[in-house]
Each structure stands twice: as C-alpha cells, then as structure tokens.
C-alpha cells in the first residue's frame, strides 16, 4: 500500500514509522526546506537553536512509541533538577520548581506555613484525574460524540465538577499563596492559551510535571529528536520531500487520488496522512464548506509567539535551562493576552537556555538563548511593525532582572513573529499550537482525524485528537495508525 504523508512534523515522522514498519510504502512531503515543522532547527553564527517546542516531558509515551516501532530510543534525554526556574516581580531570587515537593514547598513556608499540604492535596487530586481519564478519553478514537459523551459518563462522576472550572480556579481551590497558583498555572501556557481560559481537566498535567515525570534535557537540542526519526525512517527507505506544498487535490467519487503542489507536481497514494493543520486543511485545500475562511475565523486558536533567537559572546550561570519571567499583572496579563497587543508593553517571557547542557548548541565561552513571548495571534494583531520595539524591551527587562547587560554581548539575534510562524509552516494566522484546548474543542468536537467526505484521507497532529505537544502528537499518531487500520478494510497491517 502506498501512503503519502503531508508534513514532516513528530506527528507526520512518527505516523510514517508506525506504517512503514508495517510493511507500506511512505512517502513524506513538507514544505519547509528541512523536517521538524515547529520542532526545527535554526544554525546562524555559529549557533545552533531549536526554533520551537523545547520542553521534553512524557518520557514514557516516547518509551511506548519506541516499543510499538521495534527500535532503540535514536536521542538521549536526561533529567532535568529544577524542572525549571521563575522571576517574580519583588523577588531577589527566583522560586525554582522541583520534582522534590518538600524542596519545592519551602521556598514559600515562610508565607505560607501549610503550602506543602495545600501542594500535595491538589497533586493528589491531579493524579486521580489523569488515572481515571487519560487511558478513556486522551488515548483513544471516538466513532461519534455520542460515544465521547458516553465515555465521560463513564468516568468518575467525583471529576464532574471539574469540567465547569477553569485550570487557575481549579488551582485556586487548594493553593492559598498567589505567587505558588501563578507558579503551579503556568503549565496551561503550554497548550497555547492560559490559565483563565484553560480547562480544568488539564490540571491532570501538574501530576505529570511534578510527580509522575518531570523534564529532561535532549543532549544536543531537541532537534535531535527530528534527525534520530529521519535516521530510523531511512532505515525503511522512506523519502522524504522537502520544498513541497500541497495547493490542491485530484479527487474520484469520495476518494482522493492526487495532490497536487504548488509546482504543479501530482503525488499519487492509496491512503494520504495529514500533518498540516486539520482545521485548516480541510479549508484552505479540500475546500470543506465547514471549514472556509468565515468558519476558521471562528473557531478558538492558540495563542501566537515572539520568538528570539539570540547568541552572546558570555556565559549566563545566573539561568537555568528552563526560565520564565513574570511581571506585576499576572491576572490581568494573562486575560488580555490572547487579545491585546498593548499588554506587550511589559511583556511575559520565557527563555531556554539550550547551551546550558549541550555545548555544541554554542561557540566556546557564549550563550545560546531561545525567548518566548507569548502575543496575539494574526487574527488580533496583524500588523507586526512594532516587533523590534518589543524585543527590545524583553531584552531590557531581562538585562535587568538577572543584573548583566546582555545587548553589548549579542552576536547573533533572529526573529520571528506570528507572521514568520504563518509563512513558513503554514500555521493558521500565525496560531502557534493550532485549536485551542476549549471544552467544545477537544475530544470529539475537536476535527477527527478521519476526513469527513474522502474516505482515504487522514489526519495527524496538534489540530486534530488529542492536541497539541510533542507527546500528544506520538499518541496522535497510533491514534492515527488505528483509525487507517480499522477504516480500510483491504488494509494490509502487518504487526
């Protein structure tokens, strides 16, 4: 069977490896000039920075992805203590987050004496959550949403209540001292919205974060995830093409039979994969009428990113590898953010630190420095004119909070607004983790990842079930693999 993948994302690599080891032949297509999709790669002065996703956690879905592939793990991961450090306004020190709660509780004893109980009752309460919904709802296909609502009937009632709060009043409900909700609340950030409009199911990930795995280094940069899957896809003789864009379709009845790409190339399959946004596909390519244009508009996108990838001639012993600065207006901060590019005028930020642990991601003695901010997307802010006066002044703020001027030692310095986000991997309106993660928008109300009208069309990715993150995207992609196999009766499945 021949399979044509769209996209050479995780959730397109990782598809691709699951079918090819079951005897098809895959090829994948992607229209940047290298693979990664978000997780890529940018080298410039002598630098090397991972453009996007640069948390790895979930170590055990890559584990379960390894087994079911047959291979050895291609990259090497190690843990990190902290987990991760965060600057509070009026703090001379920051608080750093450990697996170790006690550790991590008494940095605030003396504000609040009980915050260790407070810390633990909720994790306990996340870790009841995740077991009791994650093998249901997270890691398998829905035939309808009769069946998803079905499903949820099924969990225990206790967690109703849940379904109706927001992530930081979830928080709230345990946790007393405000600088530990901001703190415990950041996680949400990394679905692409906040913790004021992000479902409180997804506090299951605080267990995850805090007890069950925690954060790890990838020796060398994440990207090494990307090459370790392109040396295993070689391995299968998977082609990979870069430089391609699909525009169009050639379609028979309910069947696709060839895309076509922006050269005018046709790309014949038996059954093609998707890792370009479902959402957005289905519009822009397939023409689906629930998708066009007015109804995209609608729909609830994640937030998109300012990112810098800048380069000094110094070492920063100051950071730790993970970083995030906060100002004075959390609350208001993080309601406007989504919304109102004026709120940038004391930006948020986070920065990694890669070379911190992988000296090869910088020249001798510098610093390799990847900065989120997190921005509105296109649909909110389409005019990006005012990005140098941004990073300028998260560049500032940064110089000030850790005590060292780093604009004199800057050697290298890229940018990339929502709009870089669009141009180059095709992210709608510069979204930068797709849909957002609202309760209308997950599950089985979140676009399947089977096509609705062609009966050989499948997707994969942030976009589709079960959403967004590089673990999610390896789950995405058995839950891919299981739909192909179960729809296509003539399938031959080798396991």
Same mark, same amino acid.
């Given at each position: 069977?021949?399979?044509?993948?769209?996209?050479?994302?995780?959730?397109?690599?990782?598809?691709?490896?699951?079918?090819?080891?079951?005897?098809?032949?895959?090829?994948?297509?992607?229209?940047?000039?290298?693979?990664?999709?978000? !997780?890529?790669?940018?080298?410039?002065?002598?630098?090397? #920075? @991972? /453009?996007?996703?640069?948390?790895?956690?979930? +170590? %055990?879905?890559?584990?379960?992805?390894?087994?079911?592939?047959?291979?050895?793990?291609?990259?090497?991961?190690?843990?990190?203590?902290?987990?991760?450090?965060?600057?509070?306004?009026?703090?001379?020190?920051?608080?750093?987050?450990?697996?170790?709660?006690?550790?991590?509780?008494?940095?605030?004893?003396?504000?609040?004496?009980?915050?260790?109980?407070?810390?633990?009752?909720?994790?306990?309460?996340?870790?009841?959550?995740?077991?009791?919904?994650?093998?249901?709802?997270?890691?398998?296909?829905?035939?309808?949403?009769?069946?998803?609502?079905?499903?949820?009937?099924?969990?225990?009632?206790?967690?109703?209540?849940?379904?109706?709060?927001?992530?930081?009043?979830?928080?709230?409900?345990?946790?007393?001292?405000?600088?530990?909700?901001?703190?415990?609340? !950041?996680?949400?950030?990394?679905?692409?919205?906040?913790? #004021? @409009? /992000?479902?409180?199911?997804?506090?299951?990930? +605080? %267990?995850?974060?805090?007890?069950?795995?925690?954060?790890?280094?990838?020796?060398?940069?994440?990207?090494?995830?990307?090459?370790?899957?392109?040396?295993?896809?070689?391995?299968?003789?998977?082609?990979?093409?870069?430089?391609?864009?699909?525009?169009?379709?050639?379609?028979?009845?309910?069947?696709?039979?060839?895309?076509?790409?922006?050269?005018?190339?046709?790309?014949?399959?038996?059954?093609?994969?998707?890792?370009?946004?479902?959402?957005?596909?289905?519009?822009?390519?397939?023409?689906?009428?629930?998708?066009?244009?007015?109804?995209?508009?609608?729909?609830?996108?994640?937030?998109?990113?300012?990112?810098?990838?800048?380069?000094?001639?110094?070492?920063?012993?100051?950071?730790?590898?993970?970083?995030?600065?906060?100002?004075?207006?959390?609350?208001?901060?993080?309601?406007?953010?989504?919304?109102?590019?004026?709120?940038?005028?004391?930006?948020?930020?986070?920065?990694?630190?890669?070379?911190?642990?992988?000296?090869?991601?910088?020249?001798?003695?510098?610093?390799?420095?990847?900065?989120?901010?997190?921005?509105?997307?296109?649909?909110?802010?389409?005019?990006?004119?005012?990005?140098?006066?941004?990073?300028?002044?998260?560049?500032?703020?940064?110089?000030?909070?850790?005590?060292?001027?780093?604009?004199?030692?800057?050697?290298?310095?890229?940018?990339?607004?929502?709009?870089?986000?669009?141009?180059?991997?095709?992210?709608?309106?510069?979204?930068?983790?797709?849909?957002?993660?609202?309760?209308?928008?997950?599950?089985?109300?979140?676009?399947?990842?089977?096509?609705?009208?062609?009966?050989?069309?499948?997707?994969?990715?942030?976009?589709?079930?079960?959403?967004?993150?590089?673990?999610?995207?390896?789950?995405?992609?058995?839950?891919?693999?299981?739909?192909?196999?179960?729809?296509?009766?003539?399938?031959?499945?080798?396991?």
């Amino acid at each position: 069977m021949n399979i044509l993948v769209v996209g050479a994302g995780i959730g397109g690599l990782a598809t691709a490896l699951r079918l090819a080891k079951r005897g098809h032949t895959v090829t994948i297509l992607e229209k940047h000039f290298q693979p990664g999709g978000r !997780l890529n790669r940018l080298q410039k002065d002598g630098f090397t #920075f @991972d /453009t996007g996703p640069s948390f790895f956690s979930m +170590s %055990y879905e890559f584990d379960a992805f390894i087994r079911d592939c047959r291979i050895r793990c291609p990259f090497t991961i190690e843990p990190l203590d902290p987990l991760y450090s965060v600057y509070l306004p009026r703090r001379t020190e920051p608080f750093h987050v450990f697996k170790n709660i006690g550790k991590f509780s008494h940095q605030f004893e003396r504000y609040e004496p009980h915050i260790q109980d407070q810390i633990s009752t909720y994790l306990a309460k996340c870790a009841d959550l995740y077991n009791d919904t994650v093998e249901k709802v997270v890691k398998r296909n829905f035939s309808s949403v009769l069946d998803y609502l079905y499903t949820l009937l099924t969990i225990n009632p206790v967690h109703l209540p849940i379904l109706f709060r927001t992530f930081w009043q979830q928080v709230c409900r345990y946790i007393s001292l405000d600088e530990a909700r901001q703190i415990i609340s !950041l996680v949400a950030f990394f679905l692409g919205r906040t913790p #004021f @409009d /992000t479902s409180a199911v997804y506090t299951l990930l +605080s %267990y995850v974060e805090f007890v069950y795995d925690g954060y790890y280094n990838v020796r060398g940069g994440m990207y090494r995830i990307v090459e370790g899957l392109i040396q295993e896809l070689r391995k299968e003789n998977v082609r990979i093409e870069v430089n391609t864009e699909i525009v169009g379709v050639e379609k028979e009845d309910r069947r696709i039979t060839a895309l076509i790409d922006s050269h005018n190339t046709r790309w014949e399959a038996d059954i093609f994969v998707i890792n370009a946004d479902a959402a957005a596909f289905r519009g822009c390519v397939l023409n689906h009428r629930a998708y066009n244009e007015h109804r995209l508009r609608t729909f609830k996108w994640t937030m998109g990113y300012l990112t810098l990838y800048i380069g000094i001639d110094r070492k920063l012993p100051m950071l730790n590898h993970h970083n995030y600065f906060l100002g004075e207006n959390y609350h208001s901060y993080a309601q406007s953010v989504l919304f109102d590019g004026h709120v940038l005028e004391q930006p948020y930020y986070y920065v990694n630190i890669p070379s911190k642990f992988n000296s090869e991601c910088a020249p001798s003695g510098c610093e390799a420095l990847f900065i989120v901010c997190p921005v509105p997307n296109l649909l909110y802010k389409p005019n990006w004119e005012d990005r140098e006066m941004i990073v300028q002044r998260i560049l500032a703020d940064l110089s000030k909070r850790i005590g060292f001027d780093i604009h004199p030692h800057i050697v290298s310095k890229t940018v990339f607004t929502p709009f870089e986000w669009q141009q180059y991997f095709n992210l709608y309106k510069g979204s930068g983790l797709g849909l957002a993660h609202t309760m209308d928008q997950i599950g089985a109300f979140r676009p399947p990842n089977r096509d609705e009208y062609f009966a050989n069309i499948f997707y994969v990715g942030a976009s589709t079930v079960p959403g967004a993150g590089i673990p999610m995207a390896l789950i995405s992609s058995k839950l891919t693999c299981e739909r192909i196999r179960h729809t296509q009766g003539d399938l031959q499945w080798n396991d």
